[in-house]
């Protein structure tokens, strides 16, 4: 386990410094359709990872990250293990098109070759996709984040939620009270394992950046519609079969508002 994680502690700076903006284009979906919390859609044949226009970018800065802030960005308790190593497997089965796969080494669409370390999984699959992972294993009556890659994580911080369960992950948003908090932990005992769900949220922002780990003081968090960038994040939940884990992976755009569709 990292012990540091779980106490809640974090060498990381306030912010990360970024070179410039990463930004995307286009999205895959329509951020004016909007659900109910949870807002969940199953997600059919749509693929689970995506590698888009921002992913030699995105990477750079989760390789930097994963080198350089290790710990602030990485996770696992080790009871996680079977779970994580499980994780890595899907991921490289179901990579999208442009990835070389080998033996032990993955070559990216980017051209950096990463080696698969499978006492690793984490660290591994940190380097491989623009998705943050978390996986979250059923102890007692919820599911406990065991287990996570977090490199973008928005106005949160990786070590406050590390080993917590659903209700407290979600502490203190507003939206997300008791009711909510009930249908979700449902929603995570019957999901399926050939029948993942999706989600999506909208964010606007002054701050481009992708890793803002940062804990405003009071809420909301996020500036309304106006702001120069908007941000959202694919969110996909799917059950692992083997160990019955449920992954939860976050692929984050960050759009400029001129580039934002209409009704988002």
Request: charge should be negative; include cysteine; proline fraction near 9%.
């Amino acid at each position: 386990m990292n012990d540091g994680a779980a106490r809640g502690e974090t060498r990381a700076p306030f912010f990360i410094e970024e070179d410039g903006p990463i930004l995307q284009r286009r999205l895959p979906y329509d951020p004016g359709a909007g659900h109910r919390l949870p807002g969940t859609r199953p997600l059919g044949d749509a693929p689970w990872l995506i590698a888009d226009e921002a992913y030699g970018a995105q990477m750079a800065l989760r390789d930097r990250l994963a080198s350089e802030w290790r710990d602030t960005v990485i996770a696992m308790d080790e009871t996680a293990r079977p779970a994580a190593e499980e994780l890595l497997n899907t991921v490289l089965a179901e990579l999208p098109e442009g990835f070389d796969v080998a033996e032990d080494v993955v070559t990216r669409p980017d051209g950096v070759a990463v080696r698969v370390e499978a006492h690793d999984p984490m660290g591994t699959l940190c380097r491989l996709v623009q998705e943050d992972l978390c996986i979250l294993e059923k102890s007692g009556e919820e599911h406990v984040l065991s287990a996570a890659s977090l490199c973008f994580p928005a106005r949160w911080r990786l070590a406050d939620k590390f080993l917590r369960p659903l209700i407290a992950i979600h502490e203190p948003v507003p939206e997300y009270d008791g009711d909510v908090a009930r249908r979700v932990q449902r929603l995570f005992d019957g999901l399926q394992v050939e029948r993942p769900i999706w989600r999506f949220n909208t964010l606007w922002h002054h701050d481009p950046r992708l890793h803002q780990p940062f804990v405003p003081d009071s809420r909301p968090k996020w500036e309304a519609e106006g702001a120069p960038y908007f941000r959202t994040e694919r969110q996909v939940m799917r059950r692992l079969p083997e160990t019955r884990a449920v992954i939860f992976s976050i692929h984050t755009y960050v759009l400029s508002e001129a580039d934002v569709p209409r009704g988002a």
